[in-house]
């Protein structure tokens, strides 16, 4: 069993930053292989993608979030990072980790990120 655990959401002003982490662990063989993203579902709304990363380290991300976030991983750390800047109050979410390999998805509890002044 694969085990996905997030970790830097918090409280942010308009135009803050946060860093989200995801760390893997559990019966992982080799975190290179997972394709991973990260999602986030407002109250309320349909939970979405907000950039993926695959295992060549090509990303993609919503239009949303163009040119504001970043999506990084570290193989040797088995980790995933979404780099998040200039945040609007509409980035409001719990955000979830994700975690893909051949036809099987690994999620993680979530992180709950608000954006408020």
């Known amino acids: 069993q694969v085990q996905l655990v997030e970790s830097g959401g918090g409280l942010v002003q308009p135009g803050g930053s946060l860093r989200l982490s995801c760390a893997a662990s559990?019966?992982?063989?080799?975190?290179?292989?997972?394709?991973m993203g990260w999602y986030r579902q407002a109250p309320g709304k349909q939970r979405e993608l907000v950039a993926g990363?695959?295992?060549?380290?090509?990303?993609n991300y919503a239009d949303s979030v163009k040119g504001r976030f970043t999506i990084s991983r570290d193989n040797a750390k088995n980790t995933v990072y979404l780099q998040m800047n200039s945040l609007k109050p509409e980035d409001t979410a719990v955000y979830y980790c994700?975690?893909?390999?051949?036809?099987?998805?690994?999620w993680g509890q979530g992180t709950q990120v608000t954006v408020s002044s």
């Open positions: 990363i695959t295992r060549g380290g090509s990303a």
């Open positions: 994700n975690g893909r390999v051949a036809t099987i998805d690994y």
């Open positions: 559990g019966s992982i063989f080799s975190f290179s292989l997972y394709a």
